[in-house]
């Protein structure tokens, strides 16, 4: 029973598992950063670096991705970093809300931000971008 229950959600925990691992990333490169620039100049470098990271994980691990020839790996590549530029904003909202609106601390702000973009990631990944190779 908890291996059928594994191999129901397994997209589901691997995507939390890959998700977690790229939201230390994001928001230990934005702490490494923070200090000597920018808020949001470290939290864009922050979110390339961890959007990088999570298209790879997310075509291997998580949705079992596969790409025939060079054209369908363009659009596909292009589809996920196109949604991920939507989070992007949103994120870039939520932090000049909470830092330059509410005087937050931006790492705190940092960390809710991320609980938000990723769960609309997972969205986003799972309904538009994953979800032909899925048989969905």
């Known amino acids: 029973m908890i291996i059928q229950l594994f191999k129901k959600y397994q997209a589901i925990i691997a995507y939390l598992f890959f998700g977690g691992l790229t939201t230390l990333i994001n928001i230990g490169v934005f702490a490494i950063l923070n200090p000597f620039m920018n808020y949001q100049v470290?939290?864009?470098?922050?979110?390339?670096?961890?959007?990088?990271?999570?298209?790879?994980?997310?075509?291997?691990?998580?949705?079992?991705s596969k790409t025939a020839g060079?054209?369908?790996f363009v659009k596909e590549i292009s589809s996920f970093f196109f949604f991920r530029i939507l989070s992007l904003i949103m994120d870039i909202l939520i932090m000049w809300v909470g830092v330059s609106l509410l005087h937050a601390n931006p790492l705190l702000t940092k960390i809710v931000d991320n609980v938000v973009v990723v769960v609309a990631n997972y969205f986003f990944?799972?309904?538009?971008?994953?979800?032909?190779?899925q048989g969905n």
């Open 42 to 64: 470290a939290n864009v470098s922050a979110w390339f670096i961890s959007v990088l990271f999570a298209y790879i994980t997310n075509k291997l691990w998580v949705f079992s």
């Open 125 to 133: 990944s799972k309904l538009f971008i994953f979800n032909s190779k």
């Open 70 to 72: 060079f054209s369908e």
